[in-house]
């Protein structure tokens, strides 16, 4: 059994996660050495950027634990970025295969995506009273950040929100989102690119938009911590 420790707050990490992650990396770097690699678990050893700083110009991977909150996936994110005048990073592809329900999501800019080889789209929610909105609160547990998570469901629940839904794995919500399961996906304090960055292009092929949560502007993918809700034009 894999041996998992604390890494920040409640969330955890196993020597797999590590081990499968300088896998994929030694593999990228062979074929690819001139490309930069965004590592979940090396990020959390060496940060290789700050919190709000663009990602960098040129081919990046993103490569995501293959146990995000005790679920079973496995996620390898390719983005070729480019910076334009926003200087926002744009995710162009994606391969996120789900084993636990032999889920094969894939996306490139301009061409779909696709479930299986069938392509998806995001559902057709109006408003809240027709939403089912999934939410990860995430690894956080300071007074204040517990209070506003709990009040914020609060609100949706009194505005009439259709269903409440909550999922550790943002890459697996945000699938699901594209693939119509849910209506929208709202997180405050993700840990990082790698965890939105494929289901940035899978929603975005699927018809969907995507905003940061905390103050409805347009999503831009940085280093760090941060905020998305994502779902079709009218709910987000």
């Not at 983005?79 to 162009?92: C, G, H, K, T, Y």
Request: hydrophobic share 40%; with cysteine.
């Amino acid at each position: 059994r894999a041996q998992a420790k604390v890494k920040s707050g409640v969330d955890l990490v196993t020597e797999v996660d590590e081990a499968a992650e300088e896998l994929v990396t030694s593999i990228v770097k062979d074929a690819f050495p001139s490309d930069e690699i965004i590592g979940e678990e090396a990020q959390a050893e060496n940060a290789s950027g700050s919190q709000g700083e663009a990602i960098p110009d040129g081919n990046v991977w993103c490569v995501a634990r293959l146990t995000e909150q005790q679920t079973s996936c496995i996620a390898i994110h390719f983005i070729a970025s480019r910076l334009d005048i926003a200087r926002e990073a744009n995710p162009e592809w994606v391969f996120f295969y789900i084993p636990s329900s032999n889920s094969l999501y894939e996306a490139v800019e301009g061409g779909g995506a696709y479930l299986n080889g069938k392509k998806i789209s995001v559902d057709s929610a109006t408003g809240v009273g027709d939403c089912l909105l999934v939410n990860n609160i995430g690894h956080h547990r300071e007074t204040d950040f517990v209070d506003e998570s709990a009040d914020r469901i609060r609100r949706w629940l009194r505005a009439g929100l259709r269903g409440y839904r909550s999922s550790g794995s943002a890459a697996i919500n945000m699938a699901h989102v594209a693939s119509g399961i849910v209506s929208s996906y709202y997180e405050h304090g993700y840990g990082g690119p790698w965890d939105v960055c494929a289901g940035l292009v899978l929603v975005h092929e699927a018809g969907g938009v995507a905003k940061t949560a905390s103050d409805g502007s347009e999503f831009v993918l940085t280093y760090g911590r941060g905020s998305i809700c994502c779902g079709n034009a009218q709910v987000v």
